[in-house]
């Protein structure tokens, strides 16, 4: 995907964005709204679920994130 510019400023996002709703495997999980460290933005995930192989239960780790593409170079 070609670098677009971001529409939206990051106190827009800030003030407007709203937590997404992410499913895992049936699972739903809310991702929250975050400006990085890293001066880019959108959702984080951070949390444990259950996901079943061959009937046998295992534990995964959940890092996510959803970041607005070209938000790192959008006005403050």
């Known amino acids: 995907m070609a670098k677009s510019p971001c529409p939206?400023?990051?106190?827009q996002f800030q003030e407007k964005a709203e937590p997404l709703k992410v499913v895992i495997n049936g699972?739903?999980?809310?991702?929250?709204?975050?400006?990085?460290?890293?001066g880019s933005f959108g959702w984080y995930i951070n949390g444990k679920t259950t996901i079943t192989i061959d009937g046998k239960p295992v534990s995964v780790q959940?890092?996510?994130?959803?970041?607005?593409?070209?938000?790192?170079?959008?006005?403050?």
């Open 27 to 38: 699972q739903e999980h809310i991702a929250e709204v975050k400006a990085f460290s890293t």
């Open 62 to 76: 959940i890092g996510m994130n959803l970041t607005v593409v070209g938000s790192k170079e959008a006005e403050r």
């Open 8 to 11: 939206v400023s990051l106190s």
